[in-house]
């Protein structure tokens, strides 16, 4: 199980940045991404969540309205369109698959998990 993260880079605050998740090992046919984000001493919390079913996406509240989540099976890569981004979204991004845990309302990583490097986000105000 791999996934790679990329696209990340710096953006001034209300701009766009769509980044990607490439997995290889299995099938996003029939696994859920989560995607999650750090900053320096801070925990790594959940972002957004997309399920074997494309129809089936999540979003931390941070973020609703103004990231969307995708997924091109073909290309067995998941992609975060990120709108009017703001300078508290900077942060490392990170994909791993994950189930959807519907009593806690947050995306759960499946083992074995494989955080990878991440891409970095800078948004600058």
């Known amino acids: 199980v791999q996934l790679q993260a990329g696209g990340g880079g710096l953006v001034q605050a209300g701009g766009s940045l769509r980044i990607s998740c490439a997995a290889s090992?299995?099938?996003?046919?029939?696994?859920?991404i989560g995607w999650f984000r750090q900053t320096p001493g801070q925990e790594r919390e959940w972002v957004s969540y997309?399920?074997?079913?494309?129809?089936?996406?999540y979003y931390t509240d941070s973020v609703k309205g103004r990231f969307t989540i995708s997924k091109d099976n073909a290309k067995n890569t998941v992609y975060l369109q990120m709108n009017n981004l703001k300078p508290e979204d900077t942060a490392a991004y990170y994909c791993?698959?994950?189930?959807?845990?519907?009593?806690?309302?947050?995306?759960?990583?499946?083992?074995?998990?494989?955080w990878g490097q991440g891409t970095q986000v800078t948004v600058s105000s």
């Open positions: 791993a698959r994950s189930i959807w845990d519907h009593a806690e309302g947050v995306p759960v990583t499946t083992p074995p998990v494989s």
């Open positions: 090992g299995f099938t996003l046919d029939y696994n859920g």
């Open positions: 997309i399920g074997s079913s494309a129809e089936t996406t």
